[in-house]
């Protein structure tokens, strides 16, 4: 398993201030594998934390973590069969909370999923449309923003394609640069109403603040 030089700067509570610290990259492990190494290091007693994929433990634990890793390697299998389509999601910018969280959930669902070099979430093509839906009920259920709902949604929607439209004739118009403009602490502070993807409603949010 490969080593990284530097361990995750929120591990700091693994060990004591003066121990040193191993951090394992198992990118390419399966979640249901992660999930079960974290299993046996917790039984065992050994101190550890999470980065996403990459594990950090005290270098004096070393030997015991080695066997922990060939065990759970043993018994998870490979993440994705070999040759099989994938799709990768950048989930770079997620603390590593979420990317354990998110994981969990994947492991939980079935998904065989793993995370490259790059932190990239790599999953099969054919589980696509499985995980953005998971990726849309997780991202909602992070999001302790209010929900706009029913008339209040629909209005604000009206008003948003009635404005874009404006743009997409005149990127100069300025009834409709205006009218987007006075609309951004909503966008922004509201959650996506229902049936709207997260993302493109933030991006939407993200756009109408730059103008």
Same mark, same amino acid.
């Given at each position: 398993v490969?080593?990284?030089?530097?361990?995750?700067?929120?591990?700091a509570e693994?060990?004591a201030l003066d121990? @040193?610290?191993?951090?394992?990259?198992?990118?390419?492990? !399966?979640?249901?594998?992660?999930?079960?190494?974290?299993?046996?290091?917790t039984? %065992?007693?050994i101190?550890? !934390?999470?980065? #996403? %994929?990459?594990?950090v433990v005290?270098?004096?634990d070393?030997?015991?973590? @080695?066997?922990?890793i060939?065990?759970?390697?043993?018994?998870? $299998?490979?993440?994705? /069969? *070999?040759?099989a &389509?994938?799709?990768?999601?950048?989930v770079?910018?997620? %603390? +590593?909370?979420e990317?354990?969280?998110?994981?969990?959930l994947?492991?939980?669902?079935?998904?065989?999923?793993?995370?490259?070099?790059?932190? =990239?979430?790599?999953v099969?093509? %054919? =589980?696509?449309? +499985?995980v953005?839906?998971?990726?849309?009920a997780f991202e909602? #259920?992070?999001?302790?923003r209010? &929900?706009? /709902?029913?008339? =209040?949604?629909?209005?604000?929607l009206? /008003?948003?394609?009635?404005?874009?439209?404006?743009?997409?004739?005149?990127?100069r118009d300025?009834a409709?640069?205006?009218r987007?403009? =006075?609309?951004?602490p909503v966008l922004?502070g509201?959650r *996506?109403p229902? $049936?709207?993807? #997260?993302r493109?409603?933030? !991006?939407? #949010? &993200?756009?109408?603040?730059a103008?």
């Open positions: 490969a080593l990284v030089s530097e361990p995750p700067a929120d591990a693994v060990g121990e @040193d610290q191993l951090a394992y990259e198992l990118h390419e492990w !399966a979640g249901e594998s992660r999930r079960i190494l974290d299993q046996d290091l039984a %065992a007693g101190a550890h !934390a999470w980065q #996403g %994929a990459t594990l005290r270098t004096a070393e030997e015991t973590v @080695d066997r922990a060939e065990g759970a390697e043993d018994v998870g $299998g490979p993440a994705i /069969e *070999p040759g &389509e994938t799709v990768a999601y950048g770079d910018g997620w %603390a +590593a909370d990317q354990s969280a998110f994981s969990d994947l492991v939980r669902l079935g998904v065989p999923h793993e995370f490259d070099a790059e932190g =990239d979430l790599v099969r093509a %054919a =589980d696509e449309d +499985a953005e839906a998971a990726l849309d909602a #259920g992070a999001d302790d209010p &929900e706009l /709902e029913g008339l =209040d949604a629909n209005g604000l009206s /008003e948003v394609f009635v404005a874009c439209d404006r743009l997409r004739r005149d990127a300025l409709g640069i205006e987007l403009a =006075d609309l951004v922004v509201h *996506p229902f $049936g709207i993807d #997260g493109m409603w933030n !991006a939407l #949010g &993200e756009r109408a603040t103008l």
